[in-house]
């Protein structure tokens, strides 16, 4: 069955750097996109952008352009999501999402169990 | 990119129907017949209802449709039950973007 398993949760100071890991099971990783969503304590989601894992090619949402960095490491089934200059705004849980169709930007079908980055000094 | 706009709550009682509405723009929910919809209960991630306007996920159940007129795209829920009980999210393709909607929650009461 397809399985997103994310890295463990982290805590962070304003301006520092975070790294949160998604490593695929049950299906033929390079052949889904991989999406990064995010949701703040009490608030609704926030689609952050996408990493084709079979040619590392990404895209971002206009917010995170130039603060995110999305990468893959196929020998290991995993996807990464780089978050640079951290503020307490990011402060959320931060979710890897599988897409819905092959080769296709579509949705996001299965979701992992999401990974909660706190910032704080 | 603005998010859509969903009413902040909606209720209904066990085997009724309700419908949550999503409105957007002509460069979102207006332009793409790519609105889906999903469902997260408290501490969970969100589970993915609709794709496509009107299609399930397979083994979804049928009491959940989908529908879209517009710049307004619509999810309805018949026979409530008090599963259904959380919050919904509508979500668009903006043309190399995506965008959620604000987030519904569903009281079955």
């Known amino acids: 069955q397809v399985q997103l398993e994310q890295s463990g949760a982290e805590v962070k100071k304003p301006g520092a750097s975070v790294k949160v890991s998604c490593k695929a099971s049950?299906?033929?990783?390079?052949?889904?996109?991989i999406h990064w969503v995010r949701q703040a304590p009490g608030q609704g989601l926030e689609w952050m952008g996408w990493?084709?894992?079979?040619?590392?090619?990404?895209s971002y949402a206009q917010n995170f352009q130039g603060r995110v960095s999305m990468t893959r490491d196929t020998s290991i089934s995993t996807a990464f999501m780089e978050m640079t200059r951290l503020t307490s705004d990011d402060t959320a849980v931060y979710y890897c999402a599988r897409d819905l169709v092959a080769h296709t930007l579509e949705t996001f079908d299965f979701w992992g169990l999401g990974t909660m980055v706190s910032v704080s000094s | 990119q603005s998010a859509l706009t969903q009413p902040a709550s909606v209720s209904g009682s066990p085997g009724q129907s309700i419908t949550i509405s999503c409105t957007g723009t002509s460069s979102d929910v207006g332009n793409y017949n790519l609105v889906s919809w999903y469902q997260q209960h408290p501490g969970k991630a969100p589970q993915l209802m609709l794709y496509e306007v009107t299609k399930r996920p397979s083994g979804l159940s049928d009491r959940f449709s989908g529908s879209k007129s517009g710049n307004t795209a619509s999810l309805t829920i018949s026979g409530l039950q008090a599963e259904d009980e959380g919050d919904y999210y509508c979500c668009s393709y903006a043309g190399s973007s995506w965008v959620f909607g604000g987030g519904t929650k569903l009281t079955v009461l």
């Open positions: 990493i084709n894992p079979r040619t590392g090619g990404s």
């Open positions: 049950g299906y033929t990783f390079i052949d889904y996109y």
